[in-house]
């Protein structure tokens, strides 16, 4: 099966080439090689490339940045992946979108599933949200998925929540994370392998592609500064402080609960997609995390 996987320098794009099975013939393009903003350039390697599948990893993804940058997070949001729906579907290629889990408003106490209407509160979430919808109007045959919180290694970016939180705490700085955030980190090479399932087990529609185990970015962090302990990554205990959203950023609504349900994603599999401890634990023993102390494996 022939894919091309757009947004090739990001975090999801490096784990979909990490976790590529037999039979899958993956064409990675970047950023400027397939511009969402761009249509005629993606309707050109389109036609030159010929992909079966299109899996559209790409999007611009700093949340408080789109406030700023309005038209342009909009054009690669929502625009952009309307046009490339409509290309794959003329072309008779499925495409997988990756919408998010943030359209969520957060009035609910139980995790969202598929079914539940969205309803937005930031540029980001609503540019998202557009996008995802006229991906699935375009095609029955069209997939979206929506990841939370992803984390993982990256060749060249390590840039995830992971890496910040470790990258303070190795410096033994105080941390802060805040309490009215709740979602469910979601380990990219699980996703990467979720994507493929789905793919070649000829999903479509809509689907909540998230760990098991939501908890607030406070908890959350609280277990990063702990695991790193366990795998002696961190030579000692740093204290987690909690605060809430507006001590990072007045300015922006985030919403205080987007933890998802992935019952749907796990019928489809035929098994629990499982926590992302296991992906946490086996993150923090790859380079670049180097062990202070003998790791305590009790994996
Ligand atoms: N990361 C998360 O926690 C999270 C949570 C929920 C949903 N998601 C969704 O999951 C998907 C994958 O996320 P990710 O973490 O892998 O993202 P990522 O690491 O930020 O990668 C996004 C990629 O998109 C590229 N890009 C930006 N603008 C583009 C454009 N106009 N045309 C083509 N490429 C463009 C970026 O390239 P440059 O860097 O060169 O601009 C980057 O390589 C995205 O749809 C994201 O919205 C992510």
Not at 244 to 249: D, E, K, L, M, R
Request: with cysteine.
């Amino acid at each position: 099966m022939r894919i091309l996987v757009t947004g090739a320098g990001g975090l999801l794009a490096g784990a979909l080439r990490q976790q590529a099975t037999d039979g899958v013939e993956l064409i990675c393009l970047s950023h400027a090689e397939f511009d969402l903003t761009n249509a005629s350039l993606m309707e050109q390697r389109l036609a030159e490339l010929r992909p079966e599948v299109v899996i559209n990893t790409a999007a611009y993804n700093a949340v408080d940045q789109c406030e700023v940058e309005r038209d342009l997070s909009w054009a690669v949001n929502a625009t952009g992946p309307q046009h490339l729906a409509e290309l794959c579907a003329a072309r008779d290629s499925r495409l997988v979108h990756f919408g998010t889990d943030y359209i969520f408003d957060g009035a609910q106490t139980t995790p969202y599933s598929e079914a539940d209407a969205p309803n937005p509160i930031n540029h980001y979430a609503t540019g998202k949200l557009a996008g995802e919808r006229a991906v699935l109007a375009a095609s029955p045959r069209h997939l979206a998925l929506r990841p939370s919180w992803i984390f993982g290694q990256h060749a060249t970016k390590p840039r995830t929540y992971v890496h910040v939180i470790l990258r303070q705490a190795i410096a033994g700085n105080v941390i802060r994370a805040t309490t009215d955030q709740a979602s469910v980190p979601t380990y990219a090479p699980d996703l990467a392998r979720w994507t493929f399932a789905l793919v070649q087990g000829g999903a479509s529609g809509l689907f909540h592609t998230v760990n098991d185990e939501g908890l607030s970015r406070f908890e959350w962090t609280r277990v990063i500064v702990a695991e790193a302990l366990d795998a002696g990554v961190l030579a000692k205990p740093i204290e987690v402080i909690p605060v809430t959203t507006a001590y990072f950023n007045p300015n922006i609504r985030r919403s205080p609960y987007n933890i998802l349900s992935n019952q749907k994603l796990a019928a489809f599999l035929g098994e629990t997609p499982g926590s992302w401890r296991r992906g946490l634990r086996e993150m923090l023993r790859q380079p670049p995390w180097q062990p202070h102390t003998p790791p305590r494996d009790d994996d």
